[in-house]
């Protein structure tokens, strides 16, 4: 078995790949039982968000759990094929220390995504799918992330989606103050959107949500008011400014709705923001007039801005992360050497507890202790040190120079011994 890490990314893949391959919060339990069930797998960790679809595993047929990806998507392995990347041991170790760290990231430094890796790991956790190399993993994954964004200037002058959201409506209308708001879903990528909308105080804001009760959680926060989804194709027309991220397998905002809302409006010109992979809002709304649509991909050059200020704190977390790396590693290496130890414990410890048995019954026969002493120390040394005596007297002359340096370094004998 060993660590391995697949998947596609905004840097691989684009959208419509990428929605393609994500995973649906409610039913990753069942995606990572499946992987681990059929065998690909013997432990793993799914990251699915709006940027990536990553699988973290332990396995010993790496091609196996790339075709598991394609096959529960019910895809062509050939469909996805030119997006993968693949990750083998360290490599997999530092994709994972840069991913939480937010190097990865298409807003370089974010920090929303170490937030949604730790919810994958409790996920695969929930599922009993998380072994011991992962979890070892995740946790190292987790320090090195809190020292990177502890000692460097990583996180600084950041612009977030969200605030790329807010610049990019603000290129489209005069003030926000002055436009109504409709947030679609209540996770918390909304959330972070809401934030920053309600910071700019528009005229109303309106939270739509499948589950009532958490939609009216949201909206007391930012002084506006829920509605269920049931109620968007009425709200759909009430509103400027649409910021939608469900958790939805279907487009919730399909090209026929926005039309109705359009022709509601006067033409009024309708700015669209669909976070959620798969999409919200079906790609053909594009292409109507008076809409502006975005996607997570389409936010890409607004959060470029201050950039340049965090790229000289990239060099000193790469730092920080070869070096984490680096003691993964060496940790990994020696797990190899642990059923030797083991094996060679146990082997010890069916000689001494042979040797013991035979000393208690020495002294239930009444023999004199000192000499019963002596003889199961005795038989122990020999024991112990026949093996490799042994392996010393029959070596050949071409192992006898190496056999005696590990012979040296094993026992820590000097040379004048």
């Not at 013997?42 to 790339?66: F, G, H, M």
């Not at 202790?369 to 003889?375: H, P, Q, R």
Request: charged residues 25%; glycine residues 6%.
């Amino acid at each position: 078995m060993q660590l391995f890490t697949f998947g596609i990314n905004h840097q691989t893949a684009p959208l419509d790949v990428r929605e393609q391959i994500a995973f649906n919060a409610e039913t990753m339990d069942v995606a990572l039982r499946d992987l681990i069930g059929n065998g690909a797998a013997k432990e793993a960790t799914i990251l699915s968000t709006c940027n990536r679809t990553e699988v973290y595993c332990s396995t010993s047929d790496p091609t196996q759990v790339v075709g598991w990806l394609a096959s529960y998507h019910h895809l062509a392995a050939n469909d996805i094929e030119p997006y993968i990347y693949r990750l083998p041991q360290e490599q997999a170790v530092k994709h994972a220390f840069r991913v939480a760290s937010g190097l990865d990231s298409m807003v370089l430094g974010e920090p929303q995504i170490l937030g949604q890796m730790k919810q994958a790991v409790r996920q695969a956790e929930q599922a009993g799918t998380l072994g011991f190399l992962l979890h070892k993993l995740f946790q190292r994954t987790f320090s090195v992330a809190k020292d990177v964004r502890t000692q460097t200037e990583i996180g600084a002058n950041l612009v977030s989606m969200a605030a790329a959201a807010v610049k990019l409506a603000e290129r489209i209308y005069p003030t926000i103050a002055d436009q109504r708001v409709l947030f679609i879903g209540a996770g918390e990528m909304i959330e972070l959107n809401a934030v920053h909308f309600a910071a700019r105080n528009p005229k109303q804001i309106t939270v739509a949500n499948r589950t009532l009760e958490r939609a009216q959680t949201l909206a007391r926060r930012i002084n506006g008011h829920a509605v269920t989804l049931n109620e968007l194709p009425e709200q759909l027309a009430q509103h400027d400014i649409i910021v939608t991220c469900t958790a939805s397998t279907l487009p919730i905002l399909g090209k026929g709705m926005v039309e109705r809302a359009l022709k509601a409006r006067k033409h009024r010109p309708l700015f669209i923001v669909d976070l959620a992979v798969p999409r919200d809002v079906e790609a053909e709304v594009a292409e109507l007039d008076d809409v502006f649509l975005y996607t997570v991909d389409d936010l890409s050059e607004v959060v470029r801005d201050g950039l340049d200020a965090r790229q000289g704190a990239v060099k000193e977390a790469e730092v920080i992360i070869d070096s984490g790396v680096s003691d993964f590693v060496h940790w990994m290496e020696s797990r190899g050497v642990v059923p030797t130890i083991r094996a060679l414990r146990d082997h010890a410890e069916r000689q001494r507890r042979a040797e013991m048995e035979k000393a208690l019954r020495a002294l239930a026969k009444g023999e004199n202790a000192e000499k019963v002493l002596e003889s199961l120390s005795s038989a122990l040394t020999n024991k112990f040190l026949h093996a490799p005596t042994q392996a010393l007297n029959q070596a050949t002359s071409a192992e006898r120079d190496g056999m005696l340096e590990t012979v040296h370094r094993l026992y820590r004998l000097h040379d004048t011994e």
